[in-house]
């Protein structure tokens, strides 16, 4: 027969604590594992943002190959295809409404219509990354091309020379190059090793229209 004193030795060996700490006043260092439940909306606001920026930030300088597939999202490339569509509509076209609504609807088109197309045809090859991953690399990697508009936009405020149309075009190859070299980058150990160029050929069409657009915009 136990006495006493073994009894509360062994109640303390069982026993277990049922609260839950405070996530918000400790320290962390992974910005996908913070409990949300009890957040407030802007905190959550806040915080998806500062995740887009790190990954924009990856693709400026795209160093850590997998940065974008460990958890992927679609606010990125959802953000850059509305600043391009809203950037590129035109306005000088009288036969179109005068919103630009065609135009806007026709780069959402192109830009996750092309994404899809080389999304499949990268899993056909043997791709060994999910579908949702592929687009959120591929979304992301257009920001290089958003900054070429900007500065092509800018230029469009000037008085328009041939030196100034070659700048344009300088601005749009530079941004096409980038974000050639970034999704590249983050891809290439995703594909068989005697497949890569059948999957970076349509990834170059896809950004080389997205990169025409820029450049042929003299809206």
């Known amino acids: 027969m136990l006495d006493d004193s073994e009894y509360v ?17 400790e320290p962390h260092n992974n910005d996908f594992s913070i409990n949300t439940l009890d957040e407030p909306v802007k905190d959550t606001i806040l915080r ?3 995740i887009v920026g790190k990954k924009f930030h990856h693709v400026i300088n795209p160093k850590e190959k997998k940065s974008l597939l460990k958890e992927w999202d679609l606010w990125g490339p959802l953000l850059l295809c509305t600043f391009l569509a809203m950037i590129l509509q035109g306005h000088s076209d009288k036969e179109v409404s005068n919103d630009g609504g065609p135009e806007f609807a026709e780069v959402f088109v192109i830009v996750w219509n092309g994404s899809i197309v080389v999304t499949l045809n990268s899993k056909l090859l043997g791709g060994n990354i999910s579908f949702f991953q592929n687009i959120c690399v591929l979304g992301y990697c257009l920001l290089p091309i958003s900054i070429a508009l900007i500065f092509c936009k800018i230029i469009l405020l000037f008085e ?33 090793v005697k497949r890569k160029a059948l999957a970076v050929y ?17 809206g």
């Open 48 to 50: 998806d943002l500062k």
């Open 160 to 192: 328009q020379t041939i030196y100034l149309f070659i700048l344009r075009v300088l601005c749009g190859v530079i941004g096409f190059l980038w974000a050639i070299y970034a999704s590249t980058t983050f891809l290439s150990e995703s594909h068989p």
């Open 9 to 25: 030795i062994n109640t303390k060996d069982i026993e277990g604590e049922m609260t839950i700490k405070n996530m918000r006043n």
């Open 202 to 218: 349509p990834m170059f069409l896809f950004y080389l229209i997205m990169s025409w657009l820029v450049i042929s915009h003299t």
